[in-house]
């Protein structure tokens, strides 16, 4: 089974999990107040209108790794991270001030529209969305909670979203926004790098894995650590592929609007090596225009300065190394099956080969 093949035979499922306890949720909803019944519209719209779920399909692939046969209940918890992960795309939607995520609205751009005629519209725009955040918190634990997993895994997955998933996520969350409100020359590259080990390898790929490995009973494992390894390098290199698709990406592939990045003031790695290496010239345009809005023709003089002072180059490389590091840990795992049935080798087997075109994927794409 190739990653395509993979993920086309298991997100359906997820989706459905996902979908099935939404749907009760509304139904709970209805005797209390429309108003709770349309957060439930809004969320579901949200939650299931696509994306990549990486996370969730993490879960299962560190699952079958270790030679787990996935059951319904691996489906629920799966679908519990998929629903973690949206409230966290919601919160960070409201901070960088998107407006389009996975080719829809955001949610406070939804109800910016729902609330276009109250006084301060805004204002209660983001009131009901992050209150829409909560219960999406709520929902993912939920989720877990009512899994048919023994007791001592449902603590210890919640560790993992709680601990590692949301607190380590924050401290990066927080040191890359005090970091977007620098000046550009300010800015430091190891701090950077951190916040991206933090919100990105740890979060989207050791995070995911890990829980898969404590579903399988793999805790503290040779392959758990071999996984750890090949998250957080496949997680940096994942990170570094998206800021370039932030500034050069084409917004009909990816979902979301190109230049953002540089409208935000984000410190990331193509900027600072693109500042470092430029001109006098280059470098007070960057700096003039970092942290604002872009006008004709501002992205594309960006653009250029990141290519011509080798700052692309440069950060295409570092992923490509990055995902090489991870291929070779992956490919000298050593699979755990728990026993030798042929079912369990071959699911251990697919998984380890999707997680290597994972690894490929992560530095060729285009969304």
């Known amino acids: 089974m190739n990653l395509n093949e993979y993920f086309a035979a298991h997100t359906p499922k997820i989706t459905q999990e996902m979908k099935a306890f939404l749907e009760e949720r509304r139904a709970a909803a209805r005797p209390l107040s429309e108003q709770l019944v349309q957060s439930l519209d809004v969320i579901e719209e949200f939650c299931l209108r696509g994306g990549k779920m990486v996370r969730s399909s993490l879960v299962l692939l560190g699952f079958e790794l270790a030679g787990g046969m996935v059951t319904p209940a691996i489906y629920q918890v799966s679908a519990g991270v998929e629903l973690f992960h949206k409230h966290i795309l919601n919160l960070d939607d409201m901070a960088d001030r998107d407006d389009v995520r996975n080719g829809g609205p955001t949610v406070w751009r939804t109800y910016e529209s729902l609330f276009k005629d109250w006084t301060d519209s805004e204002h209660h725009a983001r009131t009901f969305t992050e209150i829409d955040g909560t219960l999406m918190g709520s929902f993912a634990f939920e989720m877990v909670r009512r899994a048919a997993i023994s007791d001592a895994q449902k603590l210890a997955i919640m560790d993992v979203l709680n601990n590692h998933m949301y607190f380590e996520t924050v401290a990066g969350w927080e040191l890359h926004y005090y970091q977007n409100h620098q000046a550009l020359a300010d800015a430091k590259e190891d701090e950077f790098m951190k916040g991206l080990d933090l919100v990105t390898s740890r979060y989207t790929f050791v995070g995911p894995l890990r829980i898969g490995m404590i579903l399988a009973g793999k805790v503290n494992s040779s392959l758990e650590h071999a996984l750890v390894q090949y998250g ?65 023709g501002e992205l594309e ?15 295409q490389q570092l992923a490509e190394q990055k995902i090489k590091r991870a291929v070779t840990v992956l490919d000298n795992v050593r699979l755990e099956t728990p026993d030798t049935s042929t079912l369990s080798v071959s699911s251990a087997q697919s998984a380890k080969h999707v997680l290597m075109q994972l690894a490929q994927f992560m530095v060729g794409r285009k969304k």
Do not use: W
């Open 301 to 315: 003089k960006v653009q250029t300065i990141i290519e011509k002072t080798g700052s692309l180059e440069y950060s």
């Open 232 to 296: 957080l390098d496949v997680g940096l290199a994942f990170q570094i592929t998206d800021d370039i698709l932030g500034i050069f990406g084409d917004p009909v592939e990816t979902g979301k609007a190109v230049g953002n990045d540089v409208r935000e003031g984000k410190k990331t790695l193509l900027m600072q090596r693109a500042y470092h290496a430029g001109s006098f010239i280059d470098q007070n345009f960057l700096a003039e225009v970092c942290g604002r809005e872009l006008g004709k």
